[in-house]
């Protein structure tokens, strides 16, 4: 073991504090006779202190025979702000019952049900909101979709898109939301349809022969986006020749960055990665779109394993100050993977803001836990937790994982049961337990916990691809594994971690040959090391075993998690 002198002061520079003990409430008065003002005061006090779920039962409690609509809306506010969705249902169904045309009753409503994956009725309070809103029909679907392209819920959005757009079938904001809540959701072939009708009423593809962009800008984008969503819709589902012709002949048409960024995307899209690596090359030529295509090019390194020159790419980024916090996380990624553990720490304790801000800093405490720095890992983790309460789930189900490597199984188990107390609705916790068992040897607890899961979401792909995964894994029901796995398949026909679930559940059915095709597939989009480990093994039983090798040094270059992958190969050699 070894300690970080400097991390401390790392740390300090980002402000962190050690949360605060948590206060008792104490006893509630009886409901029938408390003051509102019981509940919202502790409610508040609560949230000061970050104690979600108690702020949230407070809240709901005050709403229960309230009919005051101001506090009924702050409830549903607090309800959700602290992730509590079955709450919020309640305190918006009351809100209803108070006033039943209440626009925004209905918008939280609808939001509680698609986080709990209850899509029609999520459809049925939507549908009123589009209905009922002051900013018309296709005003409201143009918010709806920002909201549904931050959803965590992918497969639910998109069940719930499909739906809404089928209550409004002449709206061209109801068949965008369509198109990209579609291909968000790993169904291209479903999203060129309605990408191709969404252009139809707005004119066609834009295109070599276009009128000048500059008559209507408006509409000009919108068909930009629309047909670069189609593009892409149409290369993802594995028609590439004439998407990328098109945006060539564009691009030839009118030479200019956006053009050019464009086809470079597509081409990145159609795995063409050389032509996408020169168009991005000469775009580091634009002052204005230079940062960004070294931000691909680099990510495009790392993907690789090309660390050495991801990390010259996310050093000339730091540079221009543009992408920060990308670079110096990835910097910190690559400086981790070279065992360069105290640059690493410096360079995650700089990435303050965006996507990266969280991932970064929960690297930073895995390593401290893991190099006999647990109390300062600990206070890091309860600062993230205090600052980033939107992802609290992530941040516990991280912490559970950072425990149970460092050795500490049952703090890692009283982390979940802290964490399912505090926000039940949760599935990402659900899975982290389900795994964390899995991992440990039990898998009857693993798979009750999947099962519960999947009865509750029927309709959710992650949800039955999880439960038929691990029944395949461990051997047990494999026809009924794959029946769950194929349904999943249906509704996500490309996403990488379903199709490497069909094809391992169909060769532990013995069908390796026709399992092939999927992993291959699953690993064309993702060189997830578990991925790596289950094609290698299928190539490896039909007798490739050079190529099952290099699946397995590639990903082990790439940096892909090595653990499946050299444990398959010991095994396999073994055997041998």
Request: glycine share 6%; proline share 5%; with cysteine.
């Amino acid at each position: 073991m070894f300690s970080f002198p400097f991390s401390a002061k790392a740390f300090a520079a980002l402000g962190m504090l050690a949360c605060t003990a948590c206060v008792s409430l104490g006893s509630r008065p009886d409901p029938a006779e408390a003051p509102h003002a019981f509940y919202t005061v502790t409610a508040e006090i609560a949230l000061s202190r970050h104690e979600a779920r108690v702020a949230a039962l407070e809240y709901a409690a005050a709403a229960e025979t309230t009919a005051d609509v101001g506090l009924l809306r702050r409830a549903a506010e607090v309800s959700a702000e602290c992730l509590q969705p079955t709450l919020t249902a309640g305190v918006a169904a009351r809100w209803l019952d108070v006033d039943p045309a209440a626009v925004d009753a209905h918008r939280a409503a609808g939001k509680a049900a698609l986080e709990l994956h209850k899509i029609e009725q999520s459809a049925a309070h939507y549908r009123i909101v589009l209905k009922s809103s002051a900013r018309g029909t296709d005003g409201e679907f143009a918010v709806l979709e920002t909201e549904l392209s931050g959803a965590g819920n992918i497969f639910g959005a998109r069940q719930l898109a499909d739906l809404l757009a089928g209550y409004f079938p002449a709206s061209p904001a109801a068949l965008r939301m369509q198109a990209f809540a579609a291909l968000r959701a790993d169904d291209p072939a479903a999203a060129v349809r309605t990408f191709e009708a969404a252009l139809a009423v707005v004119g066609g593809p834009l295109g070599a022969s276009s009128p000048d962009p500059s008559s209507h800008p408006e509409e000009e984008a919108a068909r930009r986006e629309l047909t670069q969503g189609l593009w892409r819709a149409r290369i993802l589902a594995g028609d590439p020749e004439e998407p990328l012709a098109q945006a060539k002949d564009l691009l030839e048409h009118a030479d200019t960055v956006e053009n050019r960024l464009d086809y470079a995307l597509l081409l990145m899209a159609a795995q063409q990665t050389s032509a996408a690596r020169a168009q991005l090359t000469t775009l580091t030529r634009d002052p204005g779109s230079g940062p960004l295509a070294v931000r691909l090019l680099g990510l495009m390194d790392f993907q690789d394993g090309k660390l050495d020159e991801a990390s010259a790419r996310f050093a000339e980024l730091v540079t221009t100050g543009k992408f920060l916090d990308d670079a110096l996380f990835y910097l910190g990624m690559i400086a981790e993977r070279h065992q360069d553990l105290e640059r690493a720490l410096r360079l995650y304790a700089e990435v303050q803001t965006g996507e990266n801000a969280v991932p970064a800093l929960l690297r930073a405490a895995a390593i401290l836990k893991a190099h006999g720095a647990a109390p300062a890992a600990d206070e890091l983790l309860d600062h993230l937790a205090a600052e980033a309460p939107q992802r609290a789930p992530e941040i516990l189900a991280a912490r559970a994982r950072i425990d149970a490597e460092s050795g500490d199984l049952p703090q890692a188990i009283a982390v979940l049961t802290q964490g399912e107390a505090e926000y039940p609705d949760s599935v990402e916790l659900r899975y982290a337990k389900a795994s964390l068992s899995e991992e440990h040897g039990q898998i009857a607890a693993a798979l009750r916990e999947l099962k519960a899961v999947a009865a509750l979401r029927p309709t959710d792909p992650a949800a039955l691809n999880a439960y038929g995964y691990t029944l395949a894994d461990n051997r047990r029901q494999l026809p009924a594994a794959r029946r769950l796995i194929e349904r999943a398949h249906a509704a996500a026909p490309t996403n990488a971690s379903i199709l490497d679930s069909l094809g391992w559940v169909l060769f532990r059915q013995g069908h390796s040959e026709e399992a092939l095709p999927y992993l291959n597939a699953a690993y064309a989009d993702d060189r997830d090391g578990d991925v790596a480990a289950h094609l290698g093994e299928v190539l490896w039983q039909l007798g490739r075993r050079s190529e099952a090798e290099r699946i397995w040094s590639d990903a082990s270059k790439a940096g892909a998690d090595s653990h499946l992958v050299n444990a398959t190969r010991l095994r396999l050699h073994a055997s041998n």
